[in-house]
């Protein structure tokens, strides 16, 4: 956060992806390609599930957001009701916790997190400077924090700062959010300001990922195994996270 306001000419810096990873990106099987593999209901949203969460449970991410219509999806299957009956148990099976944004009908927001990479995180004096500034009134309480979140997204509108949350560079959700004279330098998974580099670089990171953890289902892996990997760690010492560097 040091340098947020300073203006630096970043339009020298290479931001185009590599030949390497969008060839990569392409070859990517998603979902729909290996959901028809997971032929129990519970398999299937383990499945998902364990792609939308692979940066997080590979500790490049704090938390990820994952949305859940209600409709049918190419497997045949309702993941929205899928999680109605299976999803906390296999949440709680993984170590990592739930938070339930929001719960409209036609589809659930929710916020999966690691307890120990998103509270080191919320423990930072500069995001807790931001928090204050976008309104939480209590910044320094993690549940507090996670609801009045929840709170503004049950709301009008969708809170900018959820980037925050998310492990995107400071520097670029207070560029986002107008906080300081950053320049936009690119557009990348999220509005990349200032230095491109660390963001690209984090950017990456979460693409190779996912794609790790895509290849692994497709192979037809168990995909409650990989949605263990937290549980199994538990105890460890954590790396240092990808996010906290880019900050």
């Known amino acids: 956060m040091a340098a947020i306001g300073k203006r630096e000419d970043y339009r020298r810096v290479r931001t185009e992806p590599?030949?390497?990873?969008?060839?990569?990106?392409s070859a990517r099987p998603g979902?729909?390609?290996?959901?028809?593999?997971y032929t129990e209901d519970r398999d299937c949203l383990a499945s998902f599930l364990a792609l939308e969460l692979a940066e997080v449970l590979q500790e490049a991410k704090p938390a990820n957001l994952v949305c859940l219509a209600n409709k049918r999806r190419s497997c045949g299957r309702n993941l929205y009701l899928l999680w109605k009956e299976h999803g906390q148990a296999l949440i709680e099976a993984s170590g990592l916790k739930v938070r339930v944004l929001a719960d409209r009908g036609t589809s659930l927001l929710l916020l999966l997190y690691s307890q120990s990479a998103l509270g080191s995180l919320l423990?930072?004096?500069?995001?807790?400077?931001?928090?204050?500034?976008?309104?939480?009134?209590?910044p320094d309480r993690f549940e507090a924090v996670?609801?009045?979140?929840?709170?503004?997204?049950?709301?009008?509108?969708?809170?900018?700062?959820?980037?925050?949350?998310?492990?995107?560079?400071?520097?670029?959700?207070?560029?986002?959010?107008g906080w300081a004279p950053i320049s936009f330098t690119c557009q990348g998974p999220w509005k990349i300001f200032g230095n491109p580099v660390p963001s690209l670089e984090l950017a990456e990171n979460h693409r190779k990922c996912r794609c790790d953890m895509s290849l692994q289902l497709a192979s037809g892996c168990n995909p409650l195994d990989c949605l263990k990997r937290t549980a199994r760690r538990a105890g460890a010492t954590p790396a240092r996270q990808p996010y906290l560097s880019a900050a």
Do not use: C, N
């Open 31 to 37: 979902w729909q390609d290996f959901s028809r593999l």
């Open 18 to 25: 590599t030949a390497a990873a969008v060839a990569a990106r």
């Open 146 to 177: 996670l609801s009045e979140l929840e709170h503004r997204v049950e709301g009008e509108g969708f809170p900018h700062e959820i980037g925050v949350f998310l492990g995107y560079p400071l520097k670029d959700v207070v560029g986002f959010m």
């Open 123 to 138: 423990d930072q004096k500069s995001v807790r400077v931001i928090l204050q500034k976008a309104g939480y009134p209590e």
